[in-house]
């Protein structure tokens, strides 16, 4: 590494998302070593997951490398691999990147490792309903999604056609919309006129939800207009309906209504749930916190670990104050950690505590639509949509992506296109492969799980 030698104060940060990209940040003027280590090589902007999986992005657009991200940035170094191990005595990390194993030493740890899905118990769920979380979920979800109008195109069972034309979202908070709303869209307006044996625009998209309302994090009245708006795009909103079952012909719920116990559907998609990272039980394992039911690690005000005031648990991966799991939290409660070590190496050990300025919230329904909350605003409609496109070309890293971003939305929503639709004979076919081989099932579910 470029800074071994050096007795400059070493700060670990396990993360490149929002937390972790923030805090390293952050550390650009101080006094330190900081090495940045993430088990994949690129910062993900989660939000825009759901374009990637509807065509609208590519993976390059919305994941830039930390490495280029950094670059200019000389007091921090980027290493690519999983931290399996903390000692908290040895202040050291164990990481494996592919099989290497190395160990870093560190002053002040800071981690920032987010969250994964959580199939609430029913890890098995994600082998026919993948989540969305990283650049291979969606890529994998984009596959199912396409390859299912090809499949509809060339099945000639009027059932089996059906299956293949019916998408199932489960989760209604802001993801599940977004992701339902896209494909309502897609179906209806991008895929016009693209197939001569079936019509997308029949195609049935669901989506479910066990609590009684959508849009959990968002004022009533604004999540009403979510749902009405959604409704009217196409999509069929089913809410206080859990779901108890998946396989890759369908699901089960325990809905009152005899047609919604079983919904034959080929494309299944999961935005119902998040739990910690597993390095959340490691840290915890490794100092004694506590950790909460989602997995979250219990930190102090100020964001550290009782009794280890140099580890720091931001974002996601932090339980405080019932913060939301949102990117904001991450950022500034990461930017807290940063500040904090600053001021340590400057003589002031004082203890603050961390204070989150909620900036506000925001969906997208579809094109031109979305709700948007920031203090007493609240916006609906275009003027929330124009609100959700500004903020999300502000917050999202580097100019050539801000660009290029801006570009694919020209082609999605003032014409019909969706410039991202390429898919691998692979993820067409995987599923059906799957099904056909439960011992590449299984290894596909213990990858998805862990
Ligand atoms: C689909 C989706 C849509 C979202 N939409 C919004 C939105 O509209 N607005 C909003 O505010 N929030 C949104 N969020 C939530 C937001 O993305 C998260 O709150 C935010 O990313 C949390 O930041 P973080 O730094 O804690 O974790 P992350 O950004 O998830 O970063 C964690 C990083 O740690 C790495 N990592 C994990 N474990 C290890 C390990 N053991 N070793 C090394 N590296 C590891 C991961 O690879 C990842 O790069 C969305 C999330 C998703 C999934």
Not at 104 to 124: K, N, P, T, W
Not at 283 to 305: K, L, N
Not at 323 to 351: C, F, K, N, W, Y
Request: glycine share 10%; hydrophobic share 45%.
């Amino acid at each position: 590494m470029s800074q071994a030698g050096s007795s400059r104060h070493r700060v670990v940060v396990v993360g490149g998302g929002f937390g972790g990209l923030s805090a390293v940040k952050a550390l650009r003027r101080a006094d330190v070593d900081v090495t940045v280590i993430d088990r994949v090589n690129h910062h993900l902007f989660q939000p825009l997951l759901y374009q990637m999986a509807t065509g609208i992005l590519s993976e390059g657009d919305i994941a830039p490398p930390l490495r280029e991200i950094l670059h200019r940035q000389r007091n921090v170094d980027v290493m690519l691999g999983e931290v399996t191990g903390v000692d908290a005595g040895a202040r050291e990390v164990t990481v494996d990147t592919v099989g290497q194993r190395s160990v870093v030493g560190y002053d002040s740890l800071i981690l920032a490792a987010g969250s994964r899905q959580s199939y609430f118990g029913h890890d098995e769920f994600a082998v026919d309903a993948p989540g969305m979380k990283t650049i291979d979920d969606a890529l994998e979800v984009r596959g199912r999604i396409f390859g299912a109008f090809e499949m509809a195109e060339v099945t000639a069972d009027p059932a089996a056609r059906e299956a293949w034309l019916t998408f199932v979202v489960v989760g209604a908070g802001p993801t599940g919309m977004e992701m339902a709303g896209q494909i309502a869209e897609l179906s209806r307006r991008s895929l016009h006129d693209n197939f001569r044996g079936i019509d997308p625009a029949k195609a049935r998209v669901v989506l479910l939800d066990g609590l009684p309302r959508a849009l959990g994090p968002f004022p009533e009245s604004l999540a009403d207009r979510a749902v009405k708006d959604l409704t009217s795009k196409g999509v069929e909103i089913h809410l206080g309906v859990m779901v108890t079952g998946v396989d890759a012909e369908g699901v089960d719920t325990n809905a009152d209504r005899p047609t919604l116990r079983r919904i034959p559907a080929r494309t299944k998609i999961w935005a119902a749930g998040v739990a910690a990272a597993p390095l959340g039980q490691i840290a915890a394992a490794a100092t004694g916190a506590g950790t909460d039911r989602a997995g979250r690690v219990q930190v102090q005000p100020d964001c550290t670990i009782a009794g280890h005031p140099e580890i720091f648990v931001v974002g996601d991966l932090m339980s405080l104050d019932k913060l939301p799991g949102v990117a904001e939290v991450a950022m500034q409660s990461a930017r807290h950690a940063a500040a904090t070590i600053g001021r340590r190496l400057r003589g002031d050990s004082t203890e603050r505590p961390f204070r989150y300025r909620d900036l506000g919230t925001m969906a997208t329904i579809s094109r031109f639509r979305a709700v948007a909350t920031a203090g007493p605003l609240r916006l609906s409609g275009f003027p929330g949509w124009l609100a959700w496109l500004f903020v999300h070309l502000m917050f999202l890293t580097g100019f050539k992506n801000r660009a290029a971003v801006l570009f694919n939305w020209l082609i999605a929503f003032i014409g019909h296109g969706r410039p991202q639709r390429a898919i691998t004979s692979q993820q067409v076919f995987a599923r059906v492969s799957l099904t056909a081989n439960p011992a590449g099932a299984s290894a596909s579910l213990h990858q998805q799980a862990s």
